[in-house]
């Protein structure tokens, strides 16, 4: 609202100034517009004084606005010394704790006064308070086919007959090397069904699972008909048959951290030239995925 | 004259109280139907009026128990589909398959079935482990329903 005002009346009293020079017969320059105006001054990287009104440059840094009177940059939260590399006052957190954002893991965190945990490099920081690690990349989910796709038929039960095809997919989920073991995931599957290319169905459900010691979650993955006798097998496989799958995993992470990731896998039976046979196979689209944090809640402002 | 008045007033005074006016004001008001004893019926309607869509689904919650794993058996949500959608209606396969066809895929816990029609298709989706099914869903395809 202020750089609006700034706007609409700089332009307005210079040329007050430029209409009371002439009428004194005085020129103008430059500097002398620079000087009058020019209501607040920064420092760029060059050294080089700009106005800080220049609205055509704006912030400074990552996106901050510099102040003008002191050299700081305002992150939000706190304010930023560039020249020291450091905060000007400890961090803080709505809630009140003793070290707020620490990681007993990275010492780097205790210091309540870097920057990004000394890793400018690395990082940038959204609102002047210390990001958190991100603990979701240590951990990575690998697929693996456990069971190839086999096609069976059942025998005939009450004027139908079911044939399906079932394999079976297992995510192991590991944090670094260590499994992880009893965790609570939560899967949000998406399949896409066609057959000869036309789509049948899309549709998306959810569900909680536990990974078991070895951090694996196994996945069951079938899809079958059920119709009048002699009729399902050739459903299965006289036409091609594709189911693909999206699933987005989320667990919450030894450290606490919400962790999501996604894995792609194809069913189908469509041989090398895209023709149906009675083969199918289960292509792991992600064989290994490294999680990222999922949607975190805002930090206290 | 005015006593018929006072009558119907004192009558009216308790059905008025268990609308939801008060208490339960703020929240979104729902129509739902005992199709068999603990089992719910759900509509849902095209904005002309006309019906698009139903779910089918067992309480939890009766005054006997709290049942955590309440489903239906496959039998019994065919029975309410013959109810609610007759054959006559339903028209021949839907999506190119033989009128009847069941389509089931599995991945990892869960398991849905669709068997499509022409005109009207019977989704359900249940647990790998449990031959019943959660909810069943009946959509008149020709009907749709509105985008919220």
């Known amino acids: 609202m202020l750089a609006a005002a700034k706007d609409e009346f700089v332009p307005l009293l210079a040329a007050v100034l430029l209409a009371e020079n002439s009428r004194r017969g005085v020129a103008t320059s430059t500097n002398e517009l620079h000087r009058a105006f020019c209501l607040a001054n920064s420092n760029t990287a060059t050294g080089l004084d700009v106005c800080l009104y220049d609205s055509g440059r704006g912030s400074r840094s990552t996106g901050k606005e510099r102040d003008a009177e002191s050299g700081l940059d305002y992150f939000g939260a706190r304010y930023y010394g560039s020249g020291l590399g450091r905060f000007t006052s400890p961090d803080w957190s709505a809630r009140p704790e003793p070290v707020p954002y620490a990681d007993l893991g990275n010492p780097q965190s205790l210091n309540q006064y870097s920057y990004v945990l000394n890793n400018p490099l690395g990082r940038a920081d959204a609102d002047g308070h210390c990001p958190a690690e991100d603990q979701c990349s240590k951990i990575t989910v690998t697929a693996q086919v456990a069971k190839e796709p086999t096609v069976k038929t059942d025998p005939p039960k009450g004027g139908k007959q079911t044939a399906t095809v079932e394999g079976e997919v297992h995510y192991t989920i590991k944090d670094g090397v260590k499994p992880l073991a009893g965790t609570q995931v939560h899967e949000v599957v998406t399949n896409q069904v066609s057959r000869d290319g036309v789509q049948q169905r899309a549709q998306t459900t959810t569900r909680d699972d536990k990974t078991n010691e070895q951090g694996v979650i196994g996945d069951q993955v079938s899809h079958s008909y059920t119709a009048i006798p002699g009729l399902a097998e050739g459903m299965l496989t006289d036409s091609v048959n594709t189911k693909e799958t999206t699933q987005v995993l989320t667990i919450t992470s030894p450290s606490g951290a919400v962790c999501q990731c996604t894995e792609k896998r194809t069913l189908t039976n469509a041989d090398a030239n895209g023709q149906a046979s009675d083969e199918y196979r289960i292509d792991l689209k992600t064989p290994k995925v490294q999680m990222s944090p999922a949607q975190t809640p805002p930090k206290p402002q | ?148």
């Open chain 2, 1 to 148: 004259m005015i006593k018929p008045i006072i009558w119907v007033g004192v009558y009216c005074l308790p059905l008025l109280l268990a609308l939801p006016t008060g208490r339960f004001s703020q929240y979104h008001r729902i129509e739902s139907y005992e199709i068999r004893p603990g089992i719910l019926l759900t509509p849902v309607y095209a904005p002309d009026g006309e019906l698009c869509k139903v779910s089918i689904e067992r309480r939890r919650y009766s005054k006997v128990s709290v049942d955590l794993d309440a489903d239906i058996p496959k039998e019994q949500i065919d029975s309410f589909f013959d109810e609610l959608a007759p054959q006559q209606e339903r028209g021949k396969g839907g999506l190119g398959l033989p009128a009847g066809t069941e389509v089931t895929e599995t991945d990892g816990g869960t398991r849905t079935t669709l068997i499509p029609y022409e005109n009207v298709s019977l989704e359900m989706y249940g647990k790998t482990e449990s031959r019943n099914y959660a909810v069943a869903i009946i959509t008149w395809n020709k009907r749709p329903c509105a985008a919220k």
